[in-house]
């Protein structure tokens, strides 16, 4: 039998994570344990951030994240910050360096709890999303759902915040629109070979906007950390905000983005703690940590 891996039930603004830990440990976190965890409304997640030992020099952890249909991801912000919150708590440590499949990033808690992350650099190049073909001008992506004369979606913003996002600008109300009937299908449509994330994104304010993210691999969610990046970004270099934003998520509460000159985008927001447990990584199956237990 395998033995048992810690974990922490945490969320990211409403963002539901697990933050497994996997250090020091030579087995990972299968794609059958992240289902069967997502399967289970105890411990149902949208992501997995598995922290293992570092693979490079300079980096303190690897972090491999799951969705909540095993797929892996590149990036996942809200996750991220739910890392730093569980690796400050055990080690006292306020500055961290990960590595993921999509490369290095640095974090930050600061003294009034909140997280910075910085997510990298964005990309809006047709083969770095990527789409399946390519559009000299994004704003012509033929992409669009409902009637073909008067579509409810259409002509996204595309980038790439390591993980691919499509961002639809609406001028309603973000709740008027049927994510959960529309966002499976631009998630999986063929533009996409690697699916992508979809955002609806109502810009209120030129440092203000409202989103709601359908997340590849995971479906509707409370916030989407790089989806608030992707939008950001898409905002300002379409001239629709500065870049500098608050991103007012689904679950409520906001996350604050800044595309900084040196084109890193930094997010900043909390991350919380709900309950402990022991895992199996091969299996998923699980229990509770015993509240107040010595
Ligand atoms: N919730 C995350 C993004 C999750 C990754 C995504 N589903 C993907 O497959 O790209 C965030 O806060 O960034």
Known sequence: MTKMAPFAKMNGLGNDIIVADMRGRADTVTPAAAI???ADPATH????????DPRTN???NYIAILNSDGSMAQACGNG???VVQALNADTGRARFTFETIAGILNAEQHADGLISVDMGTPHFEWEAIPLAEEFRDTRMIELQVGPIDAPVLH????????NPHAIFWVDKDV???????????LENHPIFPERANITIARVTAPDAMIIRTWERGAGLTGACGSAACAAAVSAA?????GRSVAVTVPAGGELHIEWRDDDHVVM???AEWEFSGTFDPTTGAWQRDLEGAA
């Open 36 to 38: 069967a965890l997502a």
């Open 45 to 52: 997640f949208d992501q997995i951030m598995a922290i293992y």
């Open 58 to 60: 300079g980096t303190d």
């Open 80 to 82: 991220t910050r739910c």
């Open 155 to 162: 002509s996204p913003s595309v980038a790439s915040m390591g």
């Open 175 to 185: 709740w008027a629109y049927e994510l959960d009937k529309f966002g499976p299908l």
């Open 237 to 241: 270099r379409t001239r629709r905000t």
């Open 268 to 270: 900043t927001g909390p």
